[in-house]
């Protein structure tokens, strides 16, 4: 499997912007980035996913290096809701699985500061 | 009206036991999937599944079992319960794809005494 490498933990003030950074130097071509995130008490979250090229949606940005081996995750505003474990996951699978697994590593815990 | 619902929420038993956790989804997807959250709050995947192959991740012990009624239900079957059990157990589900979303139940907190 492809690794991901991400801080253990990240600070921000509220309503400033917020940039997680995620290391994955071994991805494949065909894999895809996926950011998740888990408030506390909750199951993980849906945030974004990508290929090569910059993604936006209502919850955050992400940003996809040239080269893929590294990407971004942008949270333009942060608020006290936005404080949870931040993932970063390579999503692969091939056509027997059927599945495509989401493989979680320790992620990054992002505190929000009032 | 929730995506994916497990149930119980919480649930406590003695060891040796034999327990059954739930999960349901209405979202039409054809993969589910069940990962363990242990103290450490590490989430490792325990089972991927769908109507024609089931991926057992090798290091769940044969005590645990999923079992699938029909596509929207994967049910955690769980024989002689142990201490190290313990944990709180995630269910989720997807649609086939690298690029699709999966979406997460709410969880079951099991506590083995």
């Known amino acids: 499997d492809a690794k991901t490498t991400q801080p253990n933990s990240m600070e921000s003030n509220e309503e400033e912007p917020v940039h997680l950074p995620c290391n994955h130097s071994?991805?494949?071509?065909?894999?895809?980035i996926h950011w998740y995130r888990q408030l506390p008490s909750q199951g993980p979250e849906y945030v974004i996913h990508?290929?090569?090229s910059n993604v936006n949606n209502r919850m955050a940005s992400l940003a996809i290096a040239e080269d893929r081996k590294s990407s971004t995750l942008i949270l333009h505003r942060a608020t006290l809701r936005d404080a949870a474990v931040y993932y970063c996951?390579?999503?692969?699978?091939?056509?027997?699985?059927?599945?495509?697994?989401?493989?979680f590593g320790k992620g990054t815990k992002l505190s929000v500061i009032p | 009206d929730t995506a994916v619902s497990q149930t119980p929420k919480y649930l406590v038993t003695q060891m040796g036991n034999d327990k059954s956790i739930k999960c349901e989804q209405n979202?039409?997807?054809?993969?589910m999937y069940w990962y363990k959250q242990d103290s450490k709050k590490f989430l490792k995947i325990m089972f991927s599944?769908?109507?024609?192959?089931?991926?057992i991740n090798e290091t769940v012990p044969n005590r645990f079992s999923p079992k699938s009624p029909d596509k929207a239900h994967l049910n955690l079957h769980i024989n002689s319960l142990e201490l190290g059990d313990s944990a709180v157990y995630f269910c989720?589900?997807?649609?086939?794809?690298?690029?699709?979303?999966?979406?997460f139940g709410q969880g079951t907190r099991l506590t083995v005494v």
């Open positions: 989720a589900s997807s649609a086939i794809g690298r690029n699709t979303e999966a979406f």
């Open positions: 071994t991805i494949s071509g065909t894999d895809y």
């Open positions: 990508g290929l090569t």
């Open positions: 996951i390579l999503r692969w699978g091939y056509s027997g699985a059927g599945s495509y697994q989401l493989t």
């Open positions: 979202l039409g997807h054809d993969t």
């Open positions: 599944y769908n109507n024609k192959e089931l991926i």
